[in-house]
């Protein structure tokens, strides 16, 4: 990318930056939205147990790279456990529908953040559907909570201005003959 590119390539990092730092938001304000403490701490540990497998392929440590499948398939196992235990603790259907829209809406945002700085193709795909379908999601579950959370807003917002800030440098790079995908 050279020097040419140096911009361009700071504003990818700074929408890395702020994805994760909405992803981060969202897991503390996602303790007060859902309301019960038992179901806020399943819900961080199905967060934080998919957020740090998708890290460790990220660094592409090896364990990980060459065991993703298994892991995938006890990391799956082990989110429907919770999900089941969430469904039997939940006192109400509106705590347990918060508590599986909030599920999708983060696993959707730590598949986004994955992907957001690749080359390849397909996984851009990924990142701009992913993060298009949390931006979805958030919305549509949101409005019901802006009039009781009007901060849930804030991690929306930084989230949405750090894919804002990849497409847009992605596309001048692109204009620019200076990024091309695999």
Request: aromatic share 18%.
């Amino acid at each position: 990318m050279g020097i040419q590119a140096k911009r361009e390539s700071l504003f990818r990092i700074i929408g890395m930056m702020l994805i994760l730092i909405g992803f981060t938001i969202s897991i503390f304000l996602d303790i007060l939205v859902v309301g019960d403490p038992l179901i806020s701490i399943l819900l961080i540990l199905i967060e934080i147990s998919w957020f740090f497998l998708s890290f460790f392929l990220k660094l592409e440590k090896n364990f990980f790279v060459d065991h993703f499948f298994q892991i995938f398939l006890v990391l799956s196992c082990f989110s429907i456990f919770l999900i089941i235990i969430a469904f039997l603790l939940s006192s109400t259907n509106s705590v347990f529908f918060a508590f599986i829209s909030k599920v999708i809406s983060n696993l959707l945002i730590i598949v986004c953040w994955h992907f957001c700085l690749s080359l390849y193709k397909k996984e851009k795909v990924i990142f701009f559907f992913s993060g298009v379908g949390y931006v979805l999601l958030s919305l549509i579950y949101g409005i019901k909570l802006l009039i009781i959370y009007y901060y849930t807003l804030i991690p929306l917002i930084f989230i949405t201005t750090g894919i804002v800030f990849i497409i847009i440098s992605e596309l001048n790079m692109k204009k620019k003959g200076l990024l091309t995908y695999i």
